[in-house]
């Protein structure tokens, strides 16, 4: 299994860099996966987003969809994409440490 070094700590991911289990994520490797993605700085309106994921995750076992995050979130779809221009529920969940949601690809 693969895994990657964020904050100094080694986690197992998939092979496209998704955290296998969400409890080895912290706040602290959120800056660094993002930056690996191509966003620097995190915003406070990325950081709600990122929590809304785990939160979401937490609940029900998956991350939202696009549909769904622009819904609930409290952040529209158009600011999602602002966001994470690569696929919001896809590189907001890998951030957030958690499992790639059902239904991205």
């Excluded at 309106?45 to 929590?51: A, L, P, Q």
């Excluded at 769904?68 to 158009?78: P, W």
């Amino acid at each position: 299994m693969p895994t990657a070094t964020y904050a100094g700590t080694e986690v197992p991911v998939t092979d496209e860099g998704f955290f296998t289990d969400p409890a080895y994520w912290t706040e602290q490797m959120a800056p660094e996966i993002a930056r690996e993605s191509g966003i620097d700085p995190l915003t406070a309106e990325h950081w709600k987003v990122i929590e809304f994921m785990r939160s979401e995750y937490a609940e029900k076992g998956t991350g939202p969809t696009v549909r769904a995050l622009g819904r609930t979130s409290g952040v529209s779809i158009k600011d999602l994409y602002r966001l994470f221009p690569k696929g919001p529920a896809k590189l907001a969940a890998k951030i957030a440490g958690i499992p790639k949601p059902r239904g991205c690809i």
